[in-house]
Each structure stands twice: as C-alpha cells, then as structure tokens.
T-cell receptor, first 114, second 112 residues
Framework: NAGVTQTPKFRILKIGQSMTLQCTQD?????MYWYRQDPGMGLKLIYY???????DKGEVPNGYNVSRSTTEDFPLRLELAAPSQTSVYFC?????????????FGSGTQLSVL | GESVGLHLPTLSVQEGDNSIINCAYS??????FIWYKQESGKGPQFIID?????DKRQGQRVTVLLNKTVKHLSLQIAATQPGDSAVYFC???????????FGQGTELSVKP
C-alpha cells in the first residue's frame, strides 16, 4: 500500500515559471490537503478538497491553484513562481475531515524559486 | 488569534531517558489533538491523538497528557532511542469540523 505519493521530490524554478506538484493517494480517502512548511515553522494549509470536484481555500492560497477531478489525485499548480513560494510542500489525505481524524502525509516536495 | 505553541524549540536527551515535549493551545473549545513526528526529509507521521473527553492516552512507548484547565498538551516518550530523534508537532482542532492548526515544532535530539 503506497499511501500518499508526491512528485517531484525536488525542483528548482526560475521566477515566473510555472509547475504542477503531483499528489496521488490509493487509500480511497475523500479528503485531501496541501500544506507548505517554511523553515522552523509549522504547516500552513494552502488548499483542501472534500471530494472529487470540490476544493476550497486554506490559510495561504494566493499564488496557487488546485483541481480534484478524481478521488485519487489532487495536483497543486503554481502559475507564476515567486521567491516567497520557496518551501517544502506536503500533500495529505484523510478518510474523514481532519478535525476528527489523523492525516496521512506524503514525503514532500522541496521547491526553490530563484 | 488561535495558536498552538511549543514551550521549547529544541530538546536534547540521553538515550534511555524519558522525554517530555510540551505544547500550549489557546482555544478552550478545541476538541481533538494530535502529535506528529517528522524525521529529516520526510513527511509528518502520526504518533498519537487524544480527544477532549480524555486526559491521558497511551500508545507504544508514548503517552499524551491533556490538561484542559491550563490548555496544555504533552507528549511523553519512554526510554528514548536514537530513532526518536526528529521534530515533533502538536496540532489542535479548534472546533467541530474545523481546520487543524499546527504548532511550530520541537526538535528532539537523542544523545547515545
């Protein structure tokens, strides 16, 4: 059972470039989340989804977009990369809403914008 | 605003000793709390959780204590091992169906 899989693991972007961070889970979880983690800080929620076709903003959504066409996949899109988006990005999933259930995390994508 | 904070950003313990990692939360209505462990280069991994109707919960070598009176959460690790070296995060759910709020994290270093 693979759990939550993120790709790529590392990426360097130039300012203004675009990219998509991929996330897929094989646990048939309805709920999926994207977090970013800056050095020495806790996780901040970017976007989340409660099911296929339904997404909503978290704390720090500016500069990002998401889609959820299937239960398994929840890609995160950066349209115009900025240095402020240098961070480690984590995708997570849960069978029920996070407030009542633990989250399963992927191994992260380390992104640098130069 | 709401916050989840950790008293100590770093903690160094001797192998075999017990470790205690503390966490303060600000919302008295929070009803669910989780501890995560994050090893270097990896995603957070669930350790243990506790609901507000409990004050103690035990797992394998770990115990979480919840003191609602002073809004304090702690994680106790018995017989700490080198493999326990990691950053430990607490998280709280401030309301039913609300969004988990993560703390800053405490780095635990285990000396052999």
């Amino acid at each position: 059972n693979a759990g939550v899989t993120q790709t790529p693991k590392f990426r360097i972007l130039k300012i203004g470039q675009s990219m998509t961070l991929q996330c897929t889970q094989d646990m048939n979880h309805n709920y999926m989340y994207w977090y970013r983690q800056d050095p020495g800080m806790g996780l901040k929620l970017i976007y989340y989804s409660v099911g296929a076709g339904i997404t909503d903003k978290g704390e720090v959504p500016n500069g990002y977009n998401v889609s959820r066409s299937t239960t398994e996949d929840f890609p995160l899109r950066l349209e115009l990369a900025a240095p402020s988006q240098t961070s480690v990005y984590f995708c997570a999933s849960s069978p029920r809403l996070w407030g009542s259930e633990k989250l399963f995390f992927g191994s992260g994508t380390q992104l640098s914008v130069l | 605003g709401e916050s989840v904070g950790l008293h100590l950003p770093t903690l160094s313990v001797q192998e075999g000793d017990n470790s205690i990692i503390n966490c303060a939360y600000s919302n008295s209505a929070s009803d669910y709390f989780i501890w995560y462990k994050q090893e270097s280069g990896k995603g957070p991994q669930f350790i243990i959780d506790i609901r507000s109707n409990m004050d103690k919960r035990q797992g394998q070598r770990v115990t979480v204590l919840l003191n609602k009176t002073v809004k304090h959460l702690s994680l106790q690790i018995a017989a700490t091992q080198p493999g326990d070296s990691a950053v430990y995060f607490c998280a709280e759910n401030p309301s039913q169906g609300g969004k988990l709020i993560f703390g800053q994290g405490t780095e635990l270093s285990v000396k052999p």
